[in-house]
């Protein structure tokens, strides 16, 4: 038996082991002060007993400053294996905190008690970002009792507060240790995907959320001309803002949908009976465009679009920007590690990779902001967020096969 299939034949033993870690993991309620918790510690001080018994070459609990925080701190944790400072080194990077169960009602039993049937796993944190934790736990795991030496660094970052901006978490070590991710290091942040483990994000889009507000004179609906109405002048910014997308109509293949969108999508109540002429409308529109367009152009062809309609229709039409990421540049589809990943999903599910890009909004952002090149990859069902969140056994068994041969891969450059 090679040695990759005496690693593969213990990892398929995991079943029982695997439950039990999620229904560990889910029981230690790992939600931060934004969230209405105080923190991922009992979850921190529970992995780092168990990365331990891995025997790490390294292990560090870095404490992020939260004063809202328990003991004053966010945990972060850092375990690498193997110590080469000359080759690069493949790290997993993956968040300990969730977000909180929602509507209690929606769910069909208690969201951190683990419910498993068949090849299910039920509860809040399972998917997201559990298996993005058991996978590459499980993998490190197997390679160890295998007696199997790395012949490049592993290292396994888990961090606090991705749900809520990634201040005490990856931003925090992005500045305070700069040393620590190198640009030749492979980064895997396995927190998204789609159904069958072949997409591999490399790009995201960047994100524009933005207010406006009509400002019109409010009068009784039946003498129109007394007033000016705002819910008009709303609706007719919003057709012409339809004008964004033929002026900026370039496709990126790389992304699904491959255009940039426009989209409006909350209004605000205006006034509460029909008989009046609204005299302030305010709605939002969410804008995810590509990273070849500069944000602040069209940020620039907005103001001109409501500047024109306001002189037009003798309104006043404020735009403010609500939430803004500029995209950052994308981790080319030739990069180490997205090769090393698409090698190793074909070699475990025989199936060919694709780099893709996305809406935006996802941790790996940061590293690609400090121009390490970080691809996004799990397999996932999809149902991170939602009540009754679920992951397969047979794709976390599967996923931790497939990050044994990346952490082996021994053609990466
Ligand atoms: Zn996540």
Redesign the pocket.
């Known amino acids: 038996m090679s040695e990759l299939e005496k690693i593969f034949k213990k990892i398929d033993a995991y079943r029982d082991e695997i439950i039990g870690l999620q229904r560990a993991l889910t029981s230690m309620v790992a939600l931060g002060p934004d969230n209405g918790g105080t923190g991922e510690h009992e979850k921190a001080d529970y992995l780092k007993k168990r990365l331990k018994e891995l025997e790490p070459d390294y292990l560090e609990e870095i404490k992020a400053p939260d004063e809202r925080a328990k003991h004053g701190y966010r945990p972060n944790i850092i375990a690498t294996w193997g110590q080469d400072i000359l080759s690069s080194t493949t790290w997993v990077l993956c968040?300990m905190d969730i977000v909180p169960p929602g509507d209690l009602s929606l769910w069909e039993g208690d969201p951190y008690t683990v419910r498993v049937e068949g090849d299910r796993i039920i509860g809040r944190g399972v998917e997201?970002?559990q298996h993005?934790i058991v996978s590459p736990y499980f993998a490190l795991k197997a390679i160890k009792e295998a007696g199997v030496t790395f012949k490049r660094p592993v290292g396994l970052a888990l961090v606090a507060d991705?749900?809520t901006g990634s201040r005490y978490g990856l931003e925090y070590l992005l500045k305070e240790h700069n040393k620590l991710f190198r640009h030749n290091d492979l980064i895997i942040v396995p927190?998204?995907g789609n159904d069958d483990g072949t997409m591999i994000e490399v790009a995201e889009k960047s994100m524009l959320w933005l207010k406006l507000t009509v400002t019109g004179r409010q009068c009784h609906a039946s003498t129109p001309d007394k007033g000016n109405n705002s819910l008009y002048g709303a609706a007719r910014l919003i057709v012409a803002l339809e004008k964004l997308k033929k002026e900026y109509h370039m496709e990126d293949d790389l992304f699904s949908p491959p255009v940039s969108t426009f989209e409006p999508t909350k209004i605000e109540a205006n006034v509460p009976n029909i008989n009046t002429i609204p005299g302030k409308d305010v709605f939002y529109v969410d804008c995810r465009i590509l990273p070849s367009y500069k944000v602040e152009d069209i940020l620039t062809s907005i103001n001109d679009i409501a500047g024109a309609l306001a002189k037009e229709l003798d309104l006043s039409i404020k735009v403010e920007q609500y939430y803004r990421q500029n995209a950052a540049n994308p981790t080319p589809a030739q990069a180490p590690v997205v090769k090393a990943l698409s090698r190793a999903i074909r070699r475990i599910k025989g199936l060919e990779a694709k780099p893709m890009g996305i809406g935006g909004g996802t941790?790996a952002a940061f590293f690609r902001q400090a121009g390490l090149p970080a691809a996004v990859w799990i397999t996932a069902k999809d149902t991170?967020h939602q009540p009754n969140e679920y992951c397969l056994i047979k794709d976390i068994i599967e996923d931790a096969k497939i990050f044994v041969s990346v952490f082996l891969d021994e053609s990466v450059e």
């Open positions: 968040h997201d970002n993005g991705e749900e927190d998204g941790v991170a």
